[in-house]
């Protein structure tokens, strides 16, 4: 409008003014034209930015437009349309729609080519659509993505390691531990890399002078932090402390991460008032990560040191999930420890994808499925599927007719063991250790998120089923009290025939025995034992010992037989072979394991079994006699603290000797009292503890 005035005004003058005179005026009005085109433009600008602050990119891009329209080249609007793409590429990113966030992005390259920062931000529009795709198991778009977004940043460590993922999925096990190490040459102490290569079974052996290289080549605190991870790996918990605590000033997300990490040494250490005081010091304000990551250390190390009400207080405002397990068993909330499995994201996941409804509105007892045909698909290891057995017989009286995915490994064991239920070998695997293998049996599965616990035959049949859920989404019905687990739980039945071929021959006592996970990691550390700490078994007499241990070192083997008298190795493979790890532990008169798959298989099959706990996450198990929760023949037993390892093991001697004594008292009376006056009988009984 004012634009149009000052033309008419200007049509006038020279209709009205004498050409010399209208030529002097008009030079005289260039200076004011051009000032108040400036602030015609510069108001336009003020508007666009205004509506860039108020995320209006559509209104924006409209008013910067008016501007270009006339003056192509005028470098503010440019600049400021490159800003609103920016801003608009970043919403979109946000929101996974990656087709117009490239769009943005291509267009900022247009206007300022090879541009650093929009290339980085390019390229990390690649990443995350790659990491989409991978998700959606769409695996050669997402490589492809990724080799994308490395042509632009070939150093971007985490379409690295995705790319490594991707080609693990892929069948191209080479090629992933290519890419492995050629990050490591890059950071030595790269984890994730480190991670990937131990995945493929090709192991990296972790070293403190590789660390005391890299910070000599880079120091700064984000080298430190880098450093601090490494070390907390690798179990060099001591040096981690010296380590944050000789760092000196540093941002505020950098020094909370290093208080984490000192934090977590502290836990490794057993110092858990110090971990949770290094906790209380982390700013939860910088991330909702890290105010996650602090809340979930502290509340680990309130339950740690006996109080349960203290870490649950510490999870406050976060929903219910895995995080509260341990404590809700703690404190005997049984229902709605196991009913937070409903939330999952697996357990939503299984719902939407057979169009069920939510898994928080399963009621299997309400007989709703009685008429129909149902699947549960097992997940995570198999101790977990072994122990869950124990429902096995109490859920088929609730379907028309069940189906359960299993191990291959237990599928002859569970048939055997529930006829009327009928199994579907699924292999299953850990989302941390996929193999490095194409999983053509899982070409059909609609994401990511299945490929653990699910393969197209099991997605077929679940199609065909009306009643489709998690093997966990059931154990809030099924488990919601103490008092379930003693209703005739189910048990497994080992090969007859097999149980024959290892039954014992004379008098010794046979102990099994195992000592940690094939699955290794300082987290998992805390609830195992080395080698050395199974020394005070060599104080039961007349006892032979069987090596349970699956992958066992040679290394640990020979500690083993240095400190135990008549070590023995079963001829059994004690990996795959679970009819024989079966077969084998139901002859054992006891079986010595914390809680692995040794520990889970051993009870189901009804030996006599002392599970070890070195942690308050598994003491809730324990009955008030000392026996375990989901097995009767099952002793579940701790030190004095819970964390000693040396008292553990005295107080699992001490049982077994006191039910060694027993068995030889009434094997003693057997065999005598018929012939022998009682009183002679006592004395003989006496002068034969005596030698013993």
Same mark, same amino acid.
């Given at each position: 409008?004012?634009?149009?005035?000052?033309?008419?005004?200007?049509?006038?003058?020279?209709?009205?003014?004498?050409?010399?005179?209208?030529?002097?005026?008009?030079?005289?009005?260039?200076?004011?034209?051009?000032?108040?085109?400036?602030?015609?433009?510069?108001?336009?600008?003020?508007?666009?930015?205004?509506?860039?602050?108020?995320?209006?990119?559509?209104?924006?891009?409209?008013?910067?437009?008016?501007?270009?329209?006339?003056?192509?080249?005028?470098?503010?609007?440019?600049?400021?349309?490159?800003?609103?793409?920016?801003?608009?590429?970043?919403?979109?990113?946000?929101?996974?729609?990656?087709?117009?966030?490239?769009?943005?992005?291509?267009?900022?390259?247009?206007?300022?080519?090879?541009?650093?920062?929009?290339?980085?931000?390019?390229?990390?529009?690649?990443?995350?659509?790659?990491?989409?795709?991978?998700?959606?198991?769409?695996?050669?778009?997402?490589?492809?993505?990724?080799?994308?977004?490395?042509?632009?940043?070939?150093?971007?460590?985490?379409?690295?390691?995705?790319?490594?993922?991707?080609?693990?999925?892929?069948?191209?096990?080479?090629?992933?531990?290519?890419?492995?190490?050629?990050?490591?040459?890059?950071?030595?102490?790269?984890?994730?890399?480190?991670?990937?290569?131990?995945?493929?079974?090709?192991?990296?052996?972790?070293?403190?002078?590789?660390?005391?290289?890299?910070?000599?080549?880079?120091?700064?605190?984000?080298?430190?932090?880098?450093?601090?991870?490494?070390?907390?790996?690798?179990?060099?918990?001591?040096?981690?402390?010296?380590?944050?605590?000789?760092?000196?000033?540093?941002?505020?997300?950098?020094?909370?991460?290093?208080?984490?990490?000192?934090?977590?040494?502290?836990?490794?250490?057993?110092?858990?008032?110090?971990?949770?005081?290094?906790?209380?010091?982390?700013?939860?304000?910088?991330?909702?990560?890290?105010?996650?990551?602090?809340?979930?250390?502290?509340?680990?190390?309130?339950?740690?040191?006996?109080?349960?009400?203290?870490?649950?207080?510490?999870?406050?405002?976060?929903?219910?999930?895995?995080?509260?397990?341990?404590?809700?068993?703690?404190?005997?909330?049984?229902?709605?420890?196991?009913?937070?499995?409903?939330?999952?994201?697996?357990?939503?996941?299984?719902?939407?994808?057979?169009?069920?409804?939510?898994?928080?509105?399963?009621?299997?007892?309400?007989?709703?499925?009685?008429?129909?045909?149902?699947?549960?698909?097992?997940?995570?290891?198999?101790?977990?599927?072994?122990?869950?057995?124990?429902?096995?017989?109490?859920?088929?009286?609730?379907?028309?007719?069940?189906?359960?995915?299993?191990?291959?490994?237990?599928?002859?064991?569970?048939?055997?063991?529930?006829?009327?239920?009928?199994?579907?070998?699924?292999?299953?695997?850990?989302?941390?250790?996929?193999?490095?293998?194409?999983?053509?049996?899982?070409?059909?599965?609609?994401?990511?998120?299945?490929?653990?616990?699910?393969?197209?035959?099991?997605?077929?049949?679940?199609?065909?089923?009306?009643?489709?859920?998690?093997?966990?989404?059931?154990?809030?019905?099924?488990?919601?009290?103490?008092?379930?687990?003693?209703?005739?739980?189910?048990?497994?039945?080992?090969?007859?025939?097999?149980?024959?071929?290892?039954?014992?021959?004379?008098?010794?006592?046979?102990?099994?025995?195992?000592?940690?996970?094939?699955?290794?990691?300082?987290?998992?550390?805390?609830?195992?034992?080395?080698?050395?700490?199974?020394?005070?078994?060599?104080?039961?007499?007349?006892?032979?010992?069987?090596?349970?241990?699956?992958?066992?070192?040679?290394?640990?083997?020979?500690?083993?037989?240095?400190?135990?008298?008549?070590?023995?190795?079963?001829?059994?493979?004690?990996?795959?072979?679970?009819?024989?790890?079966?077969?084998?532990?139901?002859?054992?008169?006891?079986?010595?394991?914390?809680?692995?798959?040794?520990?889970?298989?051993?009870?189901?099959?009804?030996?006599?079994?002392?599970?070890?706990?070195?942690?308050?996450?598994?003491?809730?198990?324990?009955?008030?006699?000392?026996?375990? *929760?989901?097995?009767?023949?099952?002793?579940? *037993?701790?030190?004095?603290?819970?964390?000693?390892?040396?008292?553990?093991?005295?107080?699992?001697?001490?049982?077994?000797?006191?039910?060694?004594?027993?068995?030889?008292?009434?094997?003693?009376?057997?065999?005598?009292?018929?012939?022998?006056?009682?009183?002679?009988?006592?004395?003989?009984?006496?002068?034969?503890?005596?030698?013993?």
């Amino acid at each position: 409008m004012v634009k149009e005035t000052f033309n008419r005004q200007i049509s006038i003058i020279k209709r009205r003014i004498p050409t010399p005179i209208k030529h002097r005026i008009k030079v005289a009005l260039v200076p004011c034209y051009r000032l108040l085109r400036g602030w015609i433009l510069g108001a336009t600008l003020r508007d666009a930015t205004a509506l860039l602050a108020a995320s209006d990119f559509r209104a924006a891009l409209h008013k910067v437009e008016s501007v270009l329209t006339r003056h192509p080249r005028h470098s503010g609007a440019l600049n400021l349309k490159s800003r609103i793409l920016i801003a608009q590429a970043r919403t979109l990113l946000r929101e996974a729609q990656f087709d117009q966030a490239l769009t943005c992005i291509n267009e900022v390259l247009r206007i300022k080519p090879g541009h650093p920062k929009t290339l980085v931000l390019k390229s990390n529009c690649l990443y995350a659509e790659a990491r989409a795709l991978q998700r959606d198991w769409q695996l050669d778009k997402a490589l492809s993505k990724v080799d994308e977004a490395l042509a632009l940043q070939p150093l971007l460590t985490n379409a690295l390691h995705l790319r490594a993922a991707i080609l693990m999925h892929l069948g191209r096990g080479k090629e992933a531990a290519l890419c492995c190490h050629n990050t490591l040459r890059e950071n030595p102490l790269d984890l994730r890399a480190i991670g990937l290569l131990r995945s493929m079974g090709e192991p990296v052996p972790i070293c403190r002078d590789r660390v005391l290289q890299f910070i000599a080549a880079h120091k700064k605190p984000e080298t430190y932090l880098v450093a601090a991870r490494y070390l907390n790996e690798a179990g060099f918990f001591d040096d981690v402390v010296d380590l944050t605590n000789s760092i000196g000033a540093a941002d505020p997300i950098t020094t909370a991460k290093l208080l984490m990490e000192r934090a977590r040494a502290h836990e490794h250490l057993g110092n858990h008032q110090d971990a949770a005081t290094v906790y209380r010091q982390v700013d939860q304000s910088l991330s909702d990560k890290l105010a996650h990551d602090a809340k979930c250390g502290l509340a680990r190390c309130e339950l740690e040191t006996g109080n349960p009400k203290a870490a649950l207080a510490a999870l406050d405002g976060m929903p219910v999930g895995k995080h509260h397990l341990p404590i809700l068993y703690a404190l005997g909330d049984l229902r709605t420890a196991h009913l937070s499995y409903r939330t999952r994201v697996n357990s939503h996941a299984i719902a939407q994808c057979f169009a069920l409804p939510p898994p928080e509105e399963i009621n299997i007892k309400s007989g709703r499925y009685s008429a129909i045909d149902a699947l549960l698909f097992a997940e995570a290891g198999p101790g977990d599927e072994i122990r869950f057995a124990a429902i096995y017989e109490e859920l088929a009286d609730w379907f028309k007719g069940l189906t359960i995915t299993c191990d291959p490994r237990l599928h002859s064991l569970m048939a055997r063991s529930f006829p009327n239920i009928e199994f579907l070998p699924v292999p299953r695997y850990r989302p941390e250790l996929m193999p490095a293998k194409k999983l053509a049996d899982r070409a059909g599965i609609p994401a990511m998120k299945f490929a653990p616990f699910m393969n197209d035959e099991a997605l077929a049949r679940a199609k065909s089923c009306g009643f489709v859920c998690s093997m966990l989404d059931t154990l809030g019905e099924f488990r919601a009290e103490r008092d379930d687990f003693q209703r005739s739980p189910s048990r497994l039945i080992p090969d007859p025939t097999l149980v024959q071929l290892y039954a014992g021959q004379g008098n010794k006592m046979r102990i099994g025995i195992a000592w940690r996970s094939i699955l290794l990691s300082t987290a998992r550390s805390l609830h195992y034992l080395q080698v050395e700490d199974l020394e005070p078994l060599a104080k039961i007499r007349n006892a032979e010992f069987w090596v349970l241990q699956a992958c066992a070192s040679e290394s640990e083997l020979q500690t083993l037989r240095s400190i135990l008298p008549n070590v023995k190795i079963p001829d059994v493979d004690l990996l795959d072979d679970f009819e024989g790890q079966a077969a084998l532990m139901s002859t054992m008169d006891c079986v010595i394991s914390p809680l692995t798959t040794t520990a889970e298989l051993a009870g189901m099959v009804g030996a006599r079994t002392y599970i070890l706990s070195t942690t308050h996450t598994t003491t809730w198990r324990r009955n008030s006699d000392g026996s375990d *929760v989901w097995y009767e023949n099952g002793r579940l *037993v701790c030190g004095s603290p819970v964390h000693d390892r040396r008292s553990l093991m005295e107080n699992v001697v001490d049982q077994i000797m006191d039910t060694q004594t027993g068995q030889q008292e009434r094997l003693f009376f057997q065999s005598r009292m018929a012939h022998t006056p009682r009183k002679e009988a006592s004395k003989q009984w006496n002068k034969t503890t005596a030698t013993t």
